[in-house]
């Protein structure tokens, strides 16, 4: 087939030529202006194109006649004449972007009114989509802040869009066409790292907020209806509940809260009691939230969902809300608190003799920081004896596990925090006081483990499979402190959670349950939930109920360890990024990828433990240097390098 002339904008088809001008059947058109059969060129066509006022008044006339006239007819009556110059201009006016006429089959038909202001209406609204489009796409090339109540809703929209990518993963929703097509306009991959990096630029993400947040009940805070139930509790926390009359009142009893100095949740306390027999019992009290909490209640669903508190470089996200956790669970001094309340005898080498489980009301005297603790320990006063007299019982505890296999792997710890933007070290030192409290902790975690385990009683226990350390001539030979301990790190499995109890290697214990976080850690709460029916006579939740239960909120909590390593990830960059031109030494602990070269160094300054590219060869305890090559907090990248000294 023959191929028509091109005009400025239109391609005329070989097909209508005939109705602009018949040729003999023999005769191939020229597909160029100016050459016969086509004898006029662009400007002619230009200056034979119908007017705005002939086009009208056109449309008019057929209009009214309802007729369909063919191209000749139509070009007599809008150009005065049906020249080839004239209906080659008609037909290239007609296949423009025109409203007023129809062009079927050779034939020229008005189109009513009705129907033009459709099509306008239409060209109008796909006008102003394409503009939105087109603005959009400035958006993303920019990369310029954007104050998000100001944008087109759509615009908003797609923000949101991307916003629920970055925080669930780019699998987890399907992104609109045209937001998808604006994307790979503006050359953005639609990856949960490149739209995280590009939020941050646009200004619609705190580049600070972890991505794993989103979605999570810790990403909106407490609702209001929550926050209202927990502000009547707060109103009605002194009123007597049926469980109250039960509690032995230990409020004469001298007892302590030893915490840092910004903790404002306080879930336990110690104390000791000299008895007639000259022997000394160890208390153990511990916040009791289940007083005010039901099971099932709103407030409790909602600390199952969250599993733990999650404890972020810029403050915490409490389990329950502050108003609570701070407040009327908390064992403040100089208050009735109601406690369940653990106690123990030890014999002389430190095992448990006898103990028991109670509530109580107790009545803490002092609140003492580690540092406040340790001066009493070190000091101990004659009138002030309690503290160097736990000390020493729970020391007898400690010495007691390790005999059986306790791993005893005390460091200082380091965190990175943010307070107010400015960035600090936060290192938590081993200390008398700190290793007091923890031993008074993980004694009260097996005695509620033998509980649950004298009375077949299905609890979250915590367990830990055996481990094949390194000899201990081997061990010997590597220095103490973070280089021996990160050789017998690397043999130990990672902790379990189950319904019944089982031995836990690094603590040296036949069982164990934690117990003594009940405003921080879920699993706690319902230790003692299962404890308090025992207590009642009650039906305690059976085991496949319990492991239901452990399934629920374990997959909470492992959520928000997910989200503080994220986040202590990120702040080690900004840190690293303000401190790009410092170097540190470090020493060598073990390699992680040795074909990558990538070790494990401990960077004593942070009191923690990095990754970084280290050299060839490298062993245990070799003395290296440390510096920033490259760190972006803005792209989660951070690379390290270590360096022979």
Request: net charge negative; charged share 25%; hydrophobic share 40%.
């Amino acid at each position: 087939m023959s191929v028509g002339f091109r005009g400025k904008e239109q391609v005329v088809p070989a097909r209508t030529i005939d109705l602009i001008h018949p040729l003999p059947g023999d005769v191939d058109p020229s597909t160029g202006l100016g050459v016969s059969p086509w004898t006029f060129n662009e400007h002619d066509l230009q200056e034979c194109s119908p007017n705005c006022r002939d086009w009208g008044e056109t449309w008019v006339l057929l209009l009214e006649s309802t007729e369909t006239v063919d191209l000749a007819d139509f070009a007599e009556l809008a150009c005065g004449t049906d020249s080839v110059l004239s209906k080659a201009a008609c037909w290239l006016a007609l296949h423009r972007n025109q409203d007023f006429f129809r062009w079927k089959q050779g034939a020229v038909q008005a189109r009513p009114a009705a129907e033009i202001r459709s099509r306008r209406a239409e060209r109008r609204v796909q006008v102003k989509a394409e503009l939105r489009i087109k603005q959009w796409v400035q958006f993303l090339k920019a990369r310029q802040p954007l104050v998000f109540n100001t944008l087109d809703p759509l615009h908003q929209q797609w923000i949101k869009s991307l916003q629920q990518l970055v925080g669930d993963g780019a699998e987890a929703i399907e992104l609109d066409f045209q937001l998808s097509q604006s994307l790979k306009t503006a050359r953005v991959e639609a990856n949960a790292k490149d739209l995280r990096h590009l939020l941050i630029q646009l200004g619609q993400w705190d580049e600070h907020r972890p991505a794993s947040i989103a979605g999570t009940p810790w990403s909106n805070g407490f609702s209001e209806n929550l926050l209202l139930e927990a502000k009547e509790l707060v109103e009605k926390c002194d009123r007597t509940t049926p469980e109250d009359e039960n509690r032995l009142d230990l409020t004469a009893q001298t007892c302590v809260t030893i915490d840092d100095a910004e903790t404002n949740d306080i879930d336990d306390a110690i104390a000791l009691e000299r008895r007639q027999d000259g022997s000394k019992r160890l208390w153990i009290h511990i916040a009791d939230p289940g007083r005010l909490i039901p099971e099932g209640s709103p407030l409790d669903l909602e600390a199952r969902r969250r599993g733990s508190s999650l404890y972020l470089s810029r403050g915490t996200l409490p389990m329950f809300p502050a108003e609570l956790s701070t407040g009327p669970f908390s064992l403040k001094t100089g208050r009735h608190n109601a406690a369940w309340s653990t106690w123990v005898d030890l014999d002389p080498h430190g095992d448990v003799t006898d103990f028991g489980i109670l509530r109580s009301w107790v009545t803490p005297r002092y609140r003492l920081t580690y540092d406040d603790a340790d001066e009493l320990i070190d000091l101990a006063p004659p009138e002030e004896t309690d503290l160097a007299e736990l000390h020493e019982l729970l020391e007898r505890r400690r010495r007691w596990r390790t005999d059986r296999g306790a791993l005893q792997m005390e460091l200082p710890e380091g965190r990175i925090r943010c307070r107010d933007g400015e960035l600090s070290v936060q290192v938590t030192e081993p200390s008398p006081s700190r290793t007091m409290v923890a031993e008074a902790m993980i004694l009260a975690g097996a005695v509620a483990a033998r509980f649950g385990s004298t009375h077949n009683l299905a609890l979250p226990y915590r367990s830990q499979l055996p481990a094949d350390l390194p000899p201990a001539s081997e061990l010997e030979q590597l220095p103490d402190g973070a280089v021996r301990f990160a050789a017998m790190k690397r043999c130990l499995s990672r902790g379990l959670m189950g319904t019944q109890p089982s031995p836990h290697f690094s603590l040296g214990l036949q069982a164990y349950a934690q117990a003594t976080s009940p405003i921080r850690r879920y699993g706690d709460l319902v230790v003692q939930r299962q404890i308090a029916a025992v207590i009642n006579a009650e039906d305690p939740l059976s085991e496949q109920s319990m492991q239901d239960l452990i399934n629920t909120f374990d997959t909470a909590v492992r959520e928000g360890l997910t989200i503080s390593r994220e986040d202590q990830r990120h702040w080690q960059q900004v840190w690293f990024e303000r401190h790009q031109s410092d170097q540190w030494r470090v020493d060598f602990l073990r390699w992680l990828r040795p074909q990558d070269r990538l070790g494990l160094v401990r960077l004593d300054d942070l009191a923690m433990d990095v990754a970084a590219e280290c050299p060839t060869g490298s062993v245990p305890g070799d003395a290296l240097v440390l510096r920033v090559d490259q760190v972006d907090s803005q792209c989660d990248q951070l690379r390290l390098l270590a360096l022979a000294c």
